[in-house]
């Protein structure tokens, strides 16, 4: 079975920092991946996904994420976080050539952002 | 601009009430979720919808069921609400083709007392 990794459940860091939030996964080929945002009390928004090609992914808000096949990563980056990046953040994972479009997070990480 | 909207976004319930979780998409989309998200487990799948009548189980079906009679809608149903159904529910919609970015509405946070 499919399972994605998030191994930082809180991370800090400071306004202006770079930030790099891991993720590995465990499928038996390459899968779809997905990084989403959730603000408080919001629902989730989509910040990139990957499907082929290019192993780096730009998404919005400035962050992008690299697809690493030899280590089934696929680390979110920011080279400059903003207050308001403070949120939480969940990888995702979706099969390829299957029938329904299912997927299956990470547990999360929370971003606090310290002034 | 796409929309998901959720019927409630806070619920307070009795257990053993019947309770019911509506969810409503503007986008003519084919497929439909309903996820449960709780502190330190993440977002895991309840049920899904890729057709009008159409349902498949997810992760954790037990305890809820569903139901999709138009396309643009979909319910989440728990029979008999518990105590361990407190929890945050997502709905989330895209269209038949794969993986497809999922476009989720803003929750609704139940609490079954």
């Known amino acids: 079975a499919q399972s994605v990794t998030q191994p930082d459940i809180h991370i800090t860091v400071s306004e202006g920092a770079s930030l790099e939030l891991r993720c590995n996964y465990s499928?038996?080929?390459?899968?779809?991946l997905f990084w989403y945002v959730q603000s408080p009390g919001q629902g989730l928004q989509l910040l990139l996904k990957?499907?082929?090609?290019?192993?780096l992914v730009q998404g919005i808000k400035g962050f992008e994420a690299e697809f690493k096949r030899s280590q089934s990563s696929f680390n979110l980056r920011k080279p400059s976080v903003h207050w308001s990046d403070a949120a939480e953040y969940f990888c995702?994972?979706?099969?390829?050539?299957?029938?329904?479009?299912?997927?299956?997070f990470g547990k999360g990480t929370m971003l606090l952002v310290s002034p | 601009d796409v929309k998901v909207t959720q019927s409630s976004r806070y619920l307070v319930k009795r257990t053993g009430e019947k309770v019911f979780l509506e969810c409503v998409q503007d986008?003519?989309?084919?497929?439909m979720f309903w996820y449960r998200q709780d502190p330190g487990l993440g977002l895991r799948l309840i049920y899904f919808?890729?057709?009008?009548?159409?349902?498949e189980k997810g992760d954790i079906p037990e305890g809820y069921s569903v139901s999709r009679e138009k396309k643009e809608r979909f319910s989440l149903i728990l029979e008999s609400a518990s105590t361990n159904q407190t929890s945050m529910y997502l709905c989330?919609?895209?269209?038949?083709?794969?993986?497809?970015?999922?476009?989720f509405g803003p929750g609704t946070r139940l609490l079954v007392l």
């Open positions: 995702a994972v979706g099969p390829i050539n299957s029938g329904y479009s299912t997927l299956t």
């Open positions: 499928y038996g080929a390459t899968p779809y």
């Open positions: 990957y499907f082929s090609g290019d192993t």
């Open positions: 986008m003519d989309h084919e497929n």
């Open positions: 919808s890729y057709d009008v009548k159409m349902k």
């Open positions: 989330a919609s895209n269209p038949d083709r794969e993986q497809e970015t999922q476009y």
